[in-house]
C-alpha cells in the first residue's frame, strides 16, 4: 500500500502544475469609429474581427437587426454605451462620440 501512495501522489501533484490557469483579462479592441445616422459611435469588440464588428454595429444602429445567435442590450440612458451584443464570447459593442 505504501509503493502506491508515492506514485499516485506524484502524478496528482504532475497533473496540478499542468493544468491551464486562469488567461490574462485584456480590454477589449479599439475598432475606430463609424457614422450612422449623422451620429457618431467608437465600435469596440472583442474575440472578433474589426471588420465583423463593425458591420455588425452599422446593421444594428440603422435598422435594429441584431445579427442571428447574438443577444443584444441597449445601453442605461444617459450613458454613453449604446448597446452591448454578445454570443458566448463574442463581444462588440459602440459608445456615443
Same mark, same amino acid.
Given at each position: ?34 457614422? !450612422?445616422?449623422?451620429?457618431? &459611435?467608437?465600435? #469596440? *469588440? ?10 455588425? /454595429?452599422? $446593421?444594428?444602429?440603422?435598422?435594429? !437587426?441584431?445579427?442571428?445567435? &447574438?443577444?443584444? #442590450? *441597449? ?10 451584443? /454578445?454570443? $458566448? ?9
Amino acid at each position: 500500500m505504501k509503493r502506491l501512495i508515492g506514485p499516485v501522489l506524484a502524478a496528482v501533484l504532475a497533473a496540478a502544475l499542468m493544468a491551464p490557469g486562469a488567461g490574462a483579462t485584456v480590454p477589449p479592441k479599439n475598432c475606430g469609429t463609424i457614422s !450612422v445616422k449623422s451620429k457618431r &459611435y467608437q465600435v #469596440k *469588440a472583442d474575440q472578433m474581427r474589426c471588420g465583423t464588428a463593425k458591420t455588425y /454595429s452599422r $446593421r444594428y444602429l440603422s435598422r435594429h !437587426v441584431r445579427p442571428s445567435g &447574438y443577444r443584444c #442590450k *441597449a445601453g442605461a440612458s444617459g450613458s454613453a454605451l449604446k448597446f452591448r451584443c /454578445s454570443k $458566448r464570447v463574442k463581444v462588440f459593442f459602440a459608445i456615443r462620440r
